[in-house]
């Protein structure tokens, strides 16, 4: 059993994750997140609204999981958001193409699908289940389609992202703003992708929840004001050129800045942010790096991306962060769709004088002479030269049409004027975080099995699973344990764990089983404290704190507990401090 399964199979039993749709035998791409579990996930997604929405100040938004059509047409996704699918001829299974052979050609995902066919056919690759013939890869489109309203309704899609949502909103959130560039806004939410074939648990679903940030900048100033906060920051960077030889270098941003490596501050700024984030929540520093989309596969309208990587014990490097900076891509493809212009006015501190060359048609001889056509052809002649423009008869193509326009109806003029300001279509840099991913890969990097010889209880016993969360992620952060089911005892311990909800903490109360085996399942859910309540309890009304990671033990006064507990929780106290060490 690899680590992989070893994690699943715990969070299936402890109430982490389980498959849905369970009683009716389940379908892939789908998992319910159990108590534990979405507590867990609620908890990662916490900090990060902490870090971006509290800390950086991009307030949150939330728009509808099902979008119209005519968005999706904008952003491209319903004519290029798809892999290429094959099929087996005999069992009819479906498989994406690129994988089949990504261990055996460099680069699978960016090959056509011409080429994805010849290196099935090269390397005699079969059905995966039956050992089949395997058909000819095609383009299968990732967007789940719906019908908006009855009847032949409104042609809809369940998002594939969080992210047009906050670009379709750009005037609202500009005006919001009072378009002050830069400014962000932020969305945690349900996408939806009908993925060919997912076969890796919670790394690759249907209905997954992502955390993004659209962050409006001025395209003519990327720096970054608070650079500074991360600038000595060490980052696991694996840049473009790296990947030509497996390197993967240990810089700091500044350097990597000063370098070239990193296009500019902004972009710079959310690595450090995303490095920040993603340790902060317990991903191991040593499993993460930040690997550079190379030339072939960086979209053609980003000026730089990177993904943060992190080292997983059976699927090797997974993607869990994307970071990019977009340039105006998208509020433009969505002006030229929906019509509007999306941009911001900027006023300049002063004024500044322009000259200008200035082309004014007479439209009131246009108009009788082009009749419908008339705008067309004047905003064509604006686009013309001096030169042109002085002929005595000026041509204008329109589509496939030519026009001539009689000289004397067109002026022309340098003007100087005053201009107060200038209209801005500003570029986006898009931290794109996918939250089950790091769930997974917290519980994975958390993940400890540990020999040990007698138990605590005096069982003998090999080992102990156990769950080695931060803790402000841990689930259950503090274990009620009566040492007995006496009501001497319970009185205690409902009084405690009535003093920690209302200091805020998260706690659960076990009084099934013996002490080391309460221990040990607490343990294996990742609770960082435990406090037993036994007879001495009784007598001078002091407690048993345990700490999960070392099993050291302390006995403390139960008055003042719950500020004791709430100090080894947030505020860093050491645990020897605690009370008196046993």
């Known amino acids: 059993m690899d680590k992989y399964e070893q994690v699943i199979e715990m969070a299936k039993r402890r109430g982490f994750l389980w498959n849905s749709f369970e009683l009716y035998g389940g379908t892939a791409g789908f998992y319910d997140y159990g108590p534990l579990g979405s507590t867990l996930k609620r908890r990662i997604e916490q900090i990060w609204r902490e870090l971006y929405v509290v800390n950086e100040g991009y307030m949150e938004i939330e728009t509808p999981t099902v979008g119209i059509e005519d968005i999706f ?122 993925e060919i074939s997912p076969r890796q648990g919670v790394i690759r679903l249907r209905e997954f929840t992502q955390a993004e940030a659209e962050i409006f900048i001025d395209p003519n100033d990327k720096k970054h004001p608070n650079i500074e906060r991360f600038a000595n920051t060490l980052i696991n960077l694996y840049s473009d050129a790296g990947q030509d030889t497996g390197l993967v270098e240990k810089l700091s941003l500044a350097q990597a800045l000063e370098k070239g490596i990193i296009a500019h501050e902004f972009l710079a700024y959310q690595i450090g942010l995303t490095n920040h984030f993603l340790q902060r929540v317990g991903i191991s520093g040593d499993k993460l790096r930040f690997r550079q989309h190379r030339k072939d596969e960086m979209a053609h309208y980003a000026i730089d991306c990177w993904d ?87 041509k204008v193509t329109i589509g496939s049409e030519e026009f001539t326009v009689p000289g004397d109806i067109v002026a022309f003029a340098e003007e100087t004027t005053k201009i107060s300001g200038e209209t ?121 704190i345990r700490e999960r990671d070392s099993m050291k033990q302390v006995r403390a006064p139960i008055s003042g507990i719950q500020d004791v507990l709430y100090d080894l929780m947030y505020m860093d106290k050491d645990f020897e401090t605690a009370g008196e060490a046993l």
């Open 73 to 194: 047409v904008a952003s491209g996704h319903v004519g290029g958001f798809s892999d290429p699918l094959c099929e087996c001829k005999e069992c009819k299974g479906a498989f994406r193409a690129d994988h089949l052979i990504d261990k055996l050609v460099p680069s699978a995902e960016t090959m056509s699908n011409e080429e994805l066919d010849a290196a099935i056919k090269e390397h005699a690759v079969c059905c995966p289940e039956c050992e089949g013939e395997l058909g000819e890869a095609y383009e299968f489109n990732l967007m789940f389609k719906t019908q908006i309203g009855p009847g032949s309704g409104r042609q809809g899609y369940m998002r594939p992202e969080t992210a047009q949502g906050m670009f379709v909103d750009f005037l609202r959130l500009a005006r919001f703003y009072r378009e002050k560039l830069p400014f962000g806004a932020t969305q945690i939410g349900k996408s939806y992708r009908n």
């Open 308 to 394: 943060a990587e992190v080292d997983t014990d059976r699927f090797g490097w997974v993607e869990i962060v994307g970071i990019a900076d977009r340039t105006d891509y998208d509020l433009c493809a969505h002006a030229a769709v929906s019509k509007t212009e999306l941009a911001i006015y900027r006023e300049y501190d002063e004024p500044k004088m322009l000259t200008q060359f200035v082309v004014k048609p007479n439209m009131g001889k246009l108009g009788p002479l082009f009749k419908g056509k008339a705008k067309a052809v004047a905003d064509a002649l604006k686009e013309l030269t001096q030169e042109e423009l002085e002929k005595d008869e000026i």
């Open 424 to 544: 801005i279509v500003p570029h986006v840099i898009e931290p794109s975080y996918g939250i089950d991913r790091i769930f997974y890969s917290v519980m994975e990097h958390a993940f400890e099995e540990e020999k040990l010889g007698k138990g605590e209880d005096d069982e003998e016993e090999d080992a102990r699973i156990v769950l080695k969360l931060q803790n402000e992620v841990a689930p259950v952060q503090v274990a009620i344990l009566p040492l007995l089911s006496r009501e001497e005892l319970i009185k205690h311990a409902r009084s405690i764990e009535n003093r920690l909800r209302a200091k805020g903490l998260l706690v659960s109360y076990d009084d099934s089983g013996t002490i080391g085996r309460r221990y040990r399942r607490n343990d294996e859910i990742g609770t960082p404290y435990s406090v037993t309540i036994d007879y001495d309890t009784v007598d001078d009304n002091t407690v048993t």
